[in-house]
């Protein structure tokens, strides 16, 4: 681990030099309008490690527990041991297992379906609220690579409809990447409230290792994330701190929707335009209607400031920081909710960007799932028996129907190519098993197409919403993804799979056919 401790700010533009303390995530004073370089390194306490050394127990930084390591050797050797010595035993085990775990995933995408069919559309505006009374929000937007995205990026961001003097824009850059740094130097030269903030070199290079860098320089009572391809709809700082206001004292954070702006560019375009419209306009508020804890998505988090240092911030060393975080707040008794508000991103446009992306960030979800069942018993006592079942469900469901699914294709096509046309036992309890892992195939694959299906067709219309039909590819597509997520587990663990942005979507309309609340 790198220990980075009290550091020098370089106030570029000003040509002053500015000393600034980092005790752990205490917030600095920082003016507005500054470009901040790479600081001068001093021995101190390791702001890299906040959560690593305050709770190790929830860092994926921590070696797994020893329970933890017996079960996935067990799994690892016993698996394939058992399909090569009795496959058809093996699979009736298997299946026995996973039927009521993966039965509980299907009946959660239906919940979601009924949630969203009879769900009202509220049309009534926002009441306005005077600047004097708004607080100073802090924006963070970590970029790698991404001198190319500058220019649409910071006119998004001016579009907010906050004042000017209450925004703390931070575009965080990483050492190594010049080019991002120079584009964006031009860009906010003559702006208040944007200022560029360098990342020292170290490890390991992850966005939530950025963005533990920059939480101490923030000068907000709120904190949103947003990445750099991120176009959020003007009203949503608005939204969100009205939502604040009026959510209680334990919301602690909100997620935006998140939705694509160019889902006709390519097949792959519109499958994950399908996946984010089902995810955030029709799962992720059932979840929150069931109370059950939300996985974050990666961008246009809000939270309130107090509850972010208090969670003991960002993971660097989980490469889905957002999903970690989100069940960490409700493990800590903060309530996360969604906010209806959209932030529209861009989609890899080829398979390749796509599979990278995805490998990311099942491999994220792993860590996040071996990370909190650590102690499963403190979990279930944290979470209470619904939010334990429903921590399971999402983030363990999604993973192993993933890695799942393609082996009941294998073993119906092994037995097909022996020529074993008895796919299903003739009698008995594994009959039953296997017809009930059968029927329970079929209601997934049915639930998750109407999901989608209805989803997409409001946001989207139905020209994109007929594309589900090809979700049983893309749901293969994913199990790919996760086969090499497991083997970047165990090889590079936090290892960061950078996705690129085309930048060449100016021309897109972001547009909804219907509001979706």
């Known amino acids: 681990s790198c220990a980075w401790g009290a550091r020098t700010a370089a106030a ?42 305050s709770q190790p127990e929830l860092s994926a930084a921590s070696p797994l527990c020893r329970w933890q390591r017996a079960a996935l050797g067990f799994l690892a050797t016993g698996l394939p041991l058992g399909i090569v010595l009795s496959p ?29 069919a009879t769900r009202r559309i509220d049309g009534q505006p926002d009441a306005a609220i005077a600047a004097a009374n708004l607080p100073i929000y802090s924006i963070l937007v970590p970029l790698y690579r991404e001198a ?71 000068t907000g009572a709120f904190v949103v994330v947003y990445d750099a391809e991120d176009e959020p709809e003007p009203n949503q700082l608005q939204r969100a701190y009205r939502r ?66 208090q969670s003991g911030g960002w993971d660097p060393y989980n490469v889905t920081e957002d999903a970690d975080l989100g069940i960490r707040l409700a493990r800590q008794g903060w309530r996360v909710a969604m906010l209806d508000s959209i932030t529209w991103e861009e989609a890899p446009e080829t398979v390749a960007s796509w599979l990278g992306q995805r490998t990311r960030w099942l491999k994220g979800w792993m860590q996040t799932s071996l990370v909190h069942l650590r102690r499963p018993v403190k979990l279930w006592e944290d979470l209470g028996p619904r939010g334990f079942l429903g921590f399971n469900v999402l983030m363990g469901g999604v993973i192993l129907s993933a890695l799942v699914h393609p082996l009941v294709y294998a073993y119906a096509i092994g037995k097909l190519w022996a020529g074993d046309l008895s796919l299903w036992p003739p009698e008995g309890w594994a009959a039953v098993i296997w017809w009930a892992g059968a ?38 597509m994913i199990s790919l993804a996760a086969y ?34």
Not at 491 to 510: C, I, S
């Open 12 to 53: 570029v533009l000003s040509c002053e030099r500015v000393a600034v303390s980092n005790p752990g995530l205490r917030k600095q004073q920082i003016p507005l309008g500054t470009s901040i370089c790479v600081p001068e390194l001093e021995h101190g306490p390791s702001w890299v490690d906040t959560l690593r050394n």
């Open 88 to 116: 058809d035993a093996t699979a009736m085990v298997v299946m026995a297992l996973l039927t009521p775990a993966f039965f509980c995933v299907a009946l959660l995408r239906a919940a979601a379906v009924a949630d969203f």
């Open 148 to 218: 190319h995205m500058a220019q649409s990026l910071v006119a998004a961001l001016e579009r907010l409809d906050w004042p000017v003097m209450h925004r703390d824009i931070i575009f965080i850059t990483e050492a190594s990447d010049r080019e991002t740094r120079l584009a964006l130097e031009a860009l906010v030269r003559d702006r208040i409230g944007m200022r560029i903030l360098t990342v020292p070199p170290g490890a390991p290079q992850t966005k939530p290792r950025a963005l533990m860098y920059a939480l101490p320089s923030a």
């Open 244 to 309: 604040f206001l009026t959510g209680g004292p334990e919301l602690g954070c909100l997620q935006a929707r998140l939705n694509i702006y160019n889902p006709r560019d390519s097949w792959i375009t519109r499958q994950f335009t399908l996946e984010y419209t089902a995810l955030f306009d029709a799962l992720l508020p059932a979840v929150e209607r069931l109370q059950l804890p939300i996985p974050l998505g990666g961008t246009s988090n809000h939270f309130r400031r107090e509850v972010l240092e």
């Open 439 to 476: 029927a329970n195939l079929v209601f997934a694959y049915v639930v998750g197409i109407v999901l989608v299906s209805l989803s997409a067709a409001r946001r989207h219309g139905t020209g994109i919403a007929l594309h589900a039909a090809f979700l049983p590819i893309y749901w293969i």
């Open 484 to 517: 090499r997520a497991l083997v970047d587990l165990a090889l590079r663990p936090f290892h960061w799979r950078k996705t690129e942005h085309a930048g060449q979507h100016a021309h897109h309309v972001r547009r909804s056919t219907a509001a979706v609340r």
